[in-house]
């Protein structure tokens, strides 16, 4: 069964930085690219970013592009993302998600921005 | 940035009906056209990808079509469970986008 973790989240000040990290199990995890997904509250989905099989493959939405950096540990099933610059628009629900097709999710995880 | 646009935004109908959702890219995406099943307070669901192909466990009264940049998804026989929102996403090209969402209500 494919389980796909999400942890790190928080509230967080304007202008502050969080790191994301998305558990995986129960998936040859190497095998597929792996997406970033945010839902603002009362919103729909939004696509944050992806990241390949090796990693050396990254794309990013506009809007978070030069603030969020996508990575992942291969030895240790483990998709991230690192937050920076954060502003009150960036708060949302980030969710992990397999493949550029978003196969399985995670439960996401809350990031809150606020002073 | 291709736009997506469904329709209906909301949707009313009865356990038994048979639904169409429609999704219209702003410009052609070939068949690289998910949709996605959210319920309140969860993590969205995948029901099908490239258009028309169901993932694996989600059952047959969810049905996909299209391609270029008119797309439907069809659920026959509405369940009490059906009733939620359903997203389109196109992965055909960077930044991948979704639909503003269609939520379906009980009437």
């Known amino acids: 069964e494919v389980q796909l973790v999400e942890s790190g989240g928080g509230l967080v000040q304007p202008g502050g930085s969080l790191r994301l990290s998305c558990a995986a199990s129960?998936?040859?995890?190497?095998?597929?690219?792996m997406s970033w997904v945010r839902q603002a509250p009362g919103k729909g989905l939004e696509w944050v970013a992806n990241?390949?099989?090796?990693?050396?493959?990254?794309y990013y939405v506009d809007s978070v592009k030069g603030r969020f950096t996508i990575s992942r540990d291969n030895a240790k099933n483990s998709l991230f993302l690192q937050i920076s610059s954060l502003r009150d628009e960036d708060t949302a629900v980030y969710y992990c998600a397999t493949a550029k097709t978003c196969r399985d999710w995670g439960q996401g995880t809350l990031v809150t921005v606020s002073s | 940035d291709i736009q997506m646009t469904q329709s209906p935004s909301s949707l009313s109908a009865s356990v038994g009906d048979r639904v169409t959702i429609t999704c219209r890219a702003s410009?052609?995406?070939?068949?690289?056209l998910a949709w996605f099943q959210q319920k309140p307070g969860k993590a969205p669901k995948s029901l099908i990808y490239?258009?028309?192909s169901l993932q694996s466990g989600v059952p047959s009264k969810f049905s996909g079509s299209g391609s270029g940049t008119d797309f439907t998804l069809t659920i026959s026989s509405l369940q009490p469970e059906d009733f939620a929102t359903y997203y389109c996403q196109q992965y055909n090209s960077y930044p991948y986008t979704f639909g503003q969402g269609t939520k379906l209500e009980i009437k």
């Open positions: 129960g998936f040859t995890f190497t095998r597929y690219w």
């Open positions: 410009q052609g995406i070939n068949n690289y």
């Open positions: 490239a258009a028309s």
């Open positions: 990241i390949k099989e090796d990693g050396s493959e990254k």
